[in-house]
């Protein structure tokens, strides 16, 4: 337990019907007799709301409030802790803050009550995690992925493939020390095999999880005018980006961010790709090569009403190292628009081919799903999926477990000295704790608190 007490402001900056002070810490009950007075006079009793309010160091009100105390342990970081609800202005909010720092607390560092949380046993380090997710999400997918994580499914999972790991290593430490008393390997190979298949098993969900979880960043590229803007704008179902039937309208890249079946997807429109003597031009398109150099898709577009030429090959060819949808636009301006047209290009990560009229929105249904498709490497996310690990770090422990226990499994079948085997199951075990917090350090601790705000 720590003998510091934190505050900070736990609302969002800006006006808001209430603003909340939260303070954690053994001085938190004390800190708020200071600075609250209840209307009715009487001690602060755990779990009730009360009415008063926050008073300056004369004991002159300085605004209306509620105050909550949550005694330890029954709190979010199992200390004490008190949140003050006042008028959501940002000086009320801050002149509370005030009068709590005044009164003994420290500015809290972002995540630090969830660090708290963690550090006193409340919630693991995937759980911890998962507060923050459940914050940012953008779509109800990645939103159902982080309350499932909170919820511990997978903290609980990674303790149990740990503890099925933890016989064998006794028992090969154990041999380590006093070697006379082998027991075959083999009696372990089962208990080890089938925490490799769990570990696989959670790495084969991982590339979804996470692509609903961070999303992805797809761009739109092609000749001038073939219809790219009017493509974002239908994929958003908003007026988005300039249309017009000039070539070169695009000239910036526009980013904005669509809900494509739960994956929140980063569309961004770029300048048609052409040589050009403007300079305002070139420096559009050398944006564009840039936006599809950094996107996780291309969204190769072709306008069906004219036959592709050198300079559509060009692009596509921009596009060869990425997974690429291509499509027709201008559809309804095709004779035949039911016939999707196959690929003029020996495309190597072609992913798809779809048919659209921009204009009208037809195809464009059809568009996300490819786009969904492509990005989760297969069919969606099916109802009541939520136990996908969704986290690159998480990912790249399990990848680290996984290989040292392929380790282990070979080693035991050649017979390699028992030092050896422990050595690699150690590391795979470890690798095991630093998903939940069992096997963490200072670093790695830092790195993941501080990407929340201050105040959660
Ligand atoms: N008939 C028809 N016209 C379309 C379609 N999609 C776009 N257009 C028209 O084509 C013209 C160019 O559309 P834009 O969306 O501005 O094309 P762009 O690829 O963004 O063009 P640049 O920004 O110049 O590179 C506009 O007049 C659009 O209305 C379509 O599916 N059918
Ligand atoms: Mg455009």
Not at 197 to 219: D, F, K, S
Not at 302 to 313: E, K, M, N, S, W
């Amino acid at each position: 337990m720590h003998d510091d007490t934190i505050a900070a402001i736990a609302t969002p900056p800006g006006e808001g019907g209430i603003g909340v002070v939260r303070l954690s810490g053994p001085q938190a009950y004390t800190i708020a007799q200071a600075v609250f007075r209840p209307l009715h006079p009487g001690p602060l009793r755990p779990h009730r709301l009360r009415y008063g309010y926050v008073v300056d160091a004369s004991g002159a009100p300085i605004d209306e409030a509620l105050c909550t105390y949550m005694r330890a342990p029954r709190s979010f970081t199992r200390e004490d802790v008190v949140e003050i609800s006042c008028h959501g202005g940002a000086l009320p909010v801050q002149m509370t803050l005030a009068r709590v720092l005044a009164a003994g607390a420290r500015l809290a560092r972002p995540g630090e009550f969830t660090l708290r949380a963690f550090l006193n046993g409340r919630i693991d380090l995937t759980q911890a995690e998962a507060t923050l997710d459940v914050i940012r999400a953008q779509t109800t997918a990645g939103l159902a992925l982080a309350q499932a994580q909170l919820g511990g499914w997978l903290a609980q999972e990674v303790r149990d493939l740990r503890a099925q790991l933890l016989e064998p290593l006794a028992y090969l430490t154990a041999l380590i020390d006093f070697p006379e008393d082998e027991v075959p390997h083999q009696e372990y190979l089962p208990a080890l095999q089938t925490s490799l298949e769990g570990v696989e098993r959670l790495l084969a969900g991982a590339a979804q999880g996470i692509v609903y979880r961070q999303g992805a960043r797809a761009a739109l590229v092609g000749r001038p005018n073939v219809g790219k803007s009017s493509l974002l704008n239908a994929l958003l179902r908003v007026q988005r980006a300039i249309v017009t039937p000039i070539p070169g309208t695009t000239r910036d890249t526009l980013e904005e961010t669509a809900n494509l079946d739960g994956i929140p997807v980063v569309l961004i429109d770029t300048a048609g790709i052409r040589e050009s003597h403007d300079p305002v031009e070139q420096l559009g398109v050398e944006r564009s090569r840039q936006a599809l150099a950094g996107a996780d898709l291309a969204l190769l577009v072709l306008d069906a009403t004219v036959p592709p030429g050198p300079a559509d090959r060009v692009i596509a060819e921009l596009t060869y190292d990425k997974p690429t949808i291509l499509i027709w636009n201008k559809q309804d301006v095709v004779h035949n628009p039911d016939l999707v047209a196959p690929s003029p290009f020996e495309h190597p990560h072609l992913l798809g081919v779809v048919a659209t009229t921009a204009t009208t929105g037809a195809g464009i249904d059809t568009l996300s799903h490819s786009i969904s498709r492509a990005l989760l490497g297969g069919a969606p996310l099916g109802a009541g999926a939520a136990h996908l690990v969704s986290s690159p770090r998480h990912r790249d422990a399990l990848q680290r477990a996984a290989d040292h226990l392929r380790a282990v499994l070979a080693s035991c079948a050649q017979g390699v000295t028992v030092d050896l085997v422990a050595g690699d199951l150690t590391v795979a075990l470890n690798a095991l704790g630093e998903i939940t917090g069992e096997a963490v350090g200072e670093d790695l601790l830092d790195t993941i608190f501080t990407r929340f705000c201050i105040g959660k």
